[in-house]
């Protein structure tokens, strides 16, 4: 198979279902992949810097037969077009009572781990897990990349890709043709037997090294990629758990109301696993900081591998 | 221009529809019969009237929180609306989003809006739908002076002009955001100006004049279907009542001469006039249109009263597409 | 003692610390309680409609000496500011290193119940609760609205006030003079020994019916009011949940990544609670939609008794 | 006016100093001695020290992502400010910042930025603080051409206007936001003009001339001491380099021929001429300054590298005041 990057796996994505359909469109103050190159300055627009009236208009040229891709860039740079998304986007359809669809794509940039400090190292998936009505994908390979965002753009609801920015230079395999990756489907990406890690985004890969040094010492570590934040394929999460009885949930996002948080809940609130569960349960978070600059700072904010081997050990004590 | 007189009448027409429909629900409201907030559109009736129109079910406009009078005049049926107040499922939302989300997508009628602002950008989308399209269409944006003051009319304003987007923007100055005066808000109070920054048409009109609405409205939108870019249209109005009820009506707060000044300004009253002294309609005539518009609305209220509320277990009903 | 309704006791809070200091300043397009006629337009400012620009001024002028009060009304309208408060006021004091303190209080009103559909009736406290950097109160008595608010004022720190719609004409006793409640204390509104019922603003109340009516059949319900949302007094919900052996939680907020969500990772993620719990946690939270306008889907969208008791019935089975 | 030389060979020093920061930045940040990102001020300097010319410490200002120019100008240490960049415990944010947040309030400098359009409301709660104050001092907001097209912008312009707020809006429009040359993100590319719509005055000034934008904006800054209200302020100007640099120095995409034309027109080597011809400085007294400043700098690298890393203990260090 191919081997291409995280970034070119996006840029294939877009590419491809631009190629696909002509109504899909993209909007942002700057591109990878020089998409405008090929498809012209009508479909790839570069805007001034105003997101918000990007956001709603993303949703309205949605709702008036387009299928808009708007890139935020960052997700620093969304809050400032937060109306648009939690009181129009996530509730247009159904406060209409259905009446049209609205297939527009929002994509930003996530994470930490780079020095760019407190504003520009942010990882708030979970402020949109909380607001009923958005789809939000969160990918951990090239492949998952890719095919995630291709079903994104072809989803006929508004969906969130966040895209985490440590992995853009990870290089992976990614299968040729129109690969596609459905929404809501999470992913084991090792199976295990002694404890579940749940990681998200760059930390699947961490969780997955880690797993890897473990099971020199005999510790079987199952590694799932929910890969779709909404919706959150909880039961593989859950039969998972049922299976190893323990679990660690491994993310960049401070832990208060987060994805970690919602996942720590969905698995103790179903008798069953609850009932599997032989040990508390383990959230590797930030700090509840925002993050720093210094380098010194910023490692001790964000989670490492030794806080996730520290972590599965107390689960297995 | 060349008008039949049925043209003339319907806006008059329309006007009365808009105004008795707001005035039955907030009889309604106080009733009981209906729930939430009502945002009376009483006294503005001109202004969506005499834009909508120069329009088609083709081309989008975008509503605010007082959007009873905007779905009206772009062709929405008052019986699946008052249906909607009603929260029953056959109105346009099923029951799902009531006075302040009512849409009708199929007229072009892209929603209420609750958020002051928030319909801007939406607009500002479908004239970008417009425009890739390249049919002619144009969208209508209606907003409030309050909504001067939001981020998102500056931020619609910009990017129509950059990239000369078949919109117009329609500010009902209505002299009032909510309790604050015009004046509290902005340091000038002639809103159209802001166009001047932006290198797009600026035009005033009387809002309570639905001719000159119409007339100054159809120069703005033209020149959007041309594909020569944006205008900003400024119409001078007041509402009648207060800004908004609930259970009840609260008191008037405003200047007693001001409003008695504004009400002599009626424009149902001036088209009225109008059209008896063009000889258009006569006096029977126009009690003849308000007859039937009463009866349309006790259709309406019939209709909705005997839809059924929603199914509790529809809850989850029209939260996703199917993709 | 004095029985005041909620919201008067929050216009008291902000009239005796307006008094009591003349640097606090309050700002917003509208005021219950007629504060400019004591403390005229200098300090009470109509404002136009502009979220973002208020949200940023109330925190430049807390950096330059004052105690602004920015009062954003309901918190639906808070959304257009949220670069201020995700962007500026959370991370403003950590990331310049404490150079300055920012004591900036931010109130709105939150909650469903009153068929307002889907825009307004909204109960987001958990997406401020994931920022780090922000102290957050909720509270659901009189005594507490005006507590907790008068010292939210007097804390040097941005500080959102959560109000309950639905309490604002429910009145109660209210301790004379100068009465506040500490930020990041628990309440246990009442105490029991087979379940704890951990409530949120307008369902502490409902709890507190549940709990009565259910004491009549000899379950024995424990009420706890966190009040507080950061700081979370988590060891006082713990040692509940350790005495009881069973938890609830109750908000009209929906569930993924909710307050509720947190209260549950929380519990489970402590190895003694977790092991004194005997079963799965319950959940009782709005169906993940935006609030329907109809009253019979608003009464299915949120929760009710009847879902209170199903959860705590569940737990003892 | 009538001047020392002293403050006429600061406003040169204070130039010659920031431009040296930020070359210097650029190698640091190319030998991998900083972190994160750096956006040079290299060409734009004298906008920030024209304008900062006419401030106490009393007055306040707000920075963006391009903040080096305004700390400096604004009476920051050199010294803690490259410890920040170097991320130390004696950085002025204790190396929790880095380049885009570095502050000082204690000179008034309240803060770099890297939300484009974020420090305007910030700036307009400073101005509001000294309204309050009432004792003349000022707010100064710096922001880019891109940031215009932010909500952020109009909103702080509006109600500083409305309410006569001590400020100035400073739009340092150096004809790029990141790629997007200016014409891509407005109409009118005379940002000044923005300034009516508001009912405030709007002034233009070549923001390459340190002296005329000194002059211009005391007229503005006078204007808002004496309770008079805002002004924005254009200065024309442009940036020399890229955008902004992780680890590499990223290709050229303007025209050379642009870049060129604007070189010739260096405020610095300007400023230089212009005080030699009048005799305020030597050739010679040139040289001096600039050794002065290389050694500044040097000495500012090393306080820099003595200062120790932050200790990961402390990551919970400055969270929250105590109450
Ligand atoms: C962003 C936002 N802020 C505040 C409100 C509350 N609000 C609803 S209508 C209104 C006044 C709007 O005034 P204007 O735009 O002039 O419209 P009008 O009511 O006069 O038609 C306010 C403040 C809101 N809905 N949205
Ligand atoms: C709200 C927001 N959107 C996007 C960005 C990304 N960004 C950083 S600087 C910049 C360009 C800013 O241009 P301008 O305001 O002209 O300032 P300049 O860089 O030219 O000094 C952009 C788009 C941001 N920081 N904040
Ligand atoms: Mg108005
Ligand atoms: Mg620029």
């Given at each position: 198979m191919r081997e291409i990057t995280f970034a070119q796996a996006l840029d294939e994505a877009v590419a491809e279902e631009m190629r696909r359909d002509e109504r899909v469109i993209t909007l942002g103050t700057d591109f990878t992949g020089n998409p405008h190159k090929e498809f012209g300055p009508a479909r790839v627009r570069f805007t001034p810097i105003s997101e918000s009236v990007l956001t709603g208009m993303g949703l309205g040229a949605a709702g008036c037969g387009y299928r808009p891709i708007v890139n935020w860039r960052m997700v620093t740079f969304s809050f400032v077009a937060m109306d648009q998304v939690v009181n129009q986007a996530s509730k247009i359809r159904y406060m209409f009572g259905g009446q049209a669809d609205f297939?527009?794509?929002?994509?930003?940039?996530?994470?930490?781990?780079?020095?760019?400090?407190?504003?520009?190292?942010?990882?708030?998936?979970?402020?949109?897990?909380?607001?009923?009505?958005?789809?939000?994908?969160?990918?951990?390979?090239?492949?998952?990349?890719?095919?995630?965002?291709?079903?994104?753009?072809?989803?006929?609801?508004?969906?969130?890709?966040?895209?985490?920015?440590?992995?853009?230079?990870?290089?992976?395999?990614?299968p040729d043709g129109d690969h596609l990756v459905p929404l809501g489907v999470a992913d084991v990406k090792r199976s295990g037997s002694d404890v579940t890690v749940v990681g998200l985004a760059y930390y699947v890969q961490e969780a997955l090294a880690v797993a890897a040094e473990l099971a020199q010492e005999g510790i079987s570590v199952e590694v799932v990629d929910p890969r779709t934040l909404v919706p959150l394929d909880v039961e593989t999460i859950r039969a998972s758990v049922r299976k190893t009885g323990r679990l660690v949930i491994v993310d960049e996002a401070p832990p208060t109301c987060s994805a970690a948080a919602e996942i720590a809940a969905a698995v103790v609130e179903d008798s069953t696993t609850f009932r599997a569960l032989k040990s508390a349960v383990q959230r590797v978070c930030a700090a509840p900081v925002p993050v720093p600059y210094s380098p010194t700072l910023e490692k001790a904010a964000l989670p490492d591998r030794a806080a996730i081997i520290a972590a599965i050990r107390c689960t297995l004590k | 221009m060349a008008d039949g007189n049925d043209a003339l009448i319907a806006l008059l027409r329309n006007m009365i529809l808009i105004r008795e429909f707001d005035e039955l629900a907030l009889n309604l409201r106080e009733g009981g019969k209906i729930y939430g907030t009502v945002h009376p559109y009483v006294g503005q009736e001109a202004v969506a009237v005499g834009v909508c129109a120069n329009l088609t079910d083709a081309d989008r406009v975008t509503s605010t929180h007082r959007g009873h009078g905007h779905c009206i005049a772009k062709g929405a049926d008052i019986k699946r609306m008052m249906a909607e107040l009603f929260g029953r499922v056959d109105g346009y939302c099923k029951g799902k989003g009531g006075s302040m989300h009512i849409a009708d997508f199929?007229?072009?009628?892209?929603?209420?809006?609750?958020?002051?602002?928030?319909?801007?950008?939406?607009?500002?989308?479908?004239?970008?739908?417009?425009?890739?399209?390249?049919?002619?269409?144009?969208?209508?944006?209606?907003?409030?002076?309050?909504?001067?003051?939001?981020?998102?009319?500056?931020?619609?304003?910009?990017?129509?002009?950059?990239?000369?987007?078949?919109?117009?923007?329609?500010?009902?100055?209505?002299?009032?955001?909510?309790?604050?005066?015009?004046?509290?808000?902005?340091?000038?109070?002639?809103?159209?100006?802001?166009?001047?920054?932006?290198?797009?048409?600026?035009?005033?009109?009387?809002?309570?004049?639905?001719?000159?609405?119409?007339?100054?409205?159809?120069?703005?939108?033209?020149?959007?279907?041309?594909?020569?870019?944006?205008?900003?249209?400024?119409?001078?109005t007041y509402r009648w009542y207060f800004h908004a009820m609930r259970a009840v009506r609260p008191p008037e707060t405003r200047p007693a001469e001001e409003i008695a000044a504004w009400k002599a300004r009626d424009p149902i009253a001036r088209m009225s006039t109008e059209l008896i002294s063009r000889r258009v309609l006569s006096e029977s005539d126009l009690g003849g249109l308000q007859r039937q518009v009463r009866a349309d609305l006790e259709a309406a209220v019939a209709f909705a009263e005997a839809s059924p509320f929603p199914d509790a277990g529809d809850i989850l009903v029209d939260m996703f597409a199917t993709a």
């Open positions: 297939p527009v794509t929002y994509r930003c940039s996530t994470g930490g781990g780079m020095n760019l400090a407190a504003q520009h190292s942010q990882s708030p998936y979970s402020m949109w897990m909380h607001v009923a009505g958005l789809k939000i994908i969160l990918p951990a390979t090239p492949a998952d990349a890719k095919g995630l965002l291709k079903s994104a753009i072809r989803d006929n609801n508004p969906v969130v890709s966040f895209e985490c920015s440590r992995l853009n230079a990870v290089a992976g395999p990614v | 199929a007229v072009g009628m892209l929603g209420a809006n609750g958020i002051v602002g928030g319909g801007l950008p939406l607009a500002t989308g479908a004239a970008l739908a417009a425009q890739l399209d390249g049919k002619g269409n144009v969208a209508v944006c209606f907003f409030g002076d309050g909504a001067v003051s939001e981020g998102e009319f500056h931020e619609a304003m910009n990017i129509s002009s950059v990239w000369k987007l078949p919109i117009v923007f329609v500010c009902e100055n209505n002299q009032y955001a909510a309790n604050n005066a015009v004046a509290v808000q902005h340091r000038n109070v002639d809103l159209a100006l802001h166009a001047g920054s932006y290198g797009m048409p600026g035009l005033t009109v009387d809002g309570n004049d639905v001719l000159g609405v119409r007339e100054v409205s159809r120069t703005a939108i033209e020149r959007a279907r041309r594909g020569e870019g944006p205008t900003l249209l400024e119409c001078k």
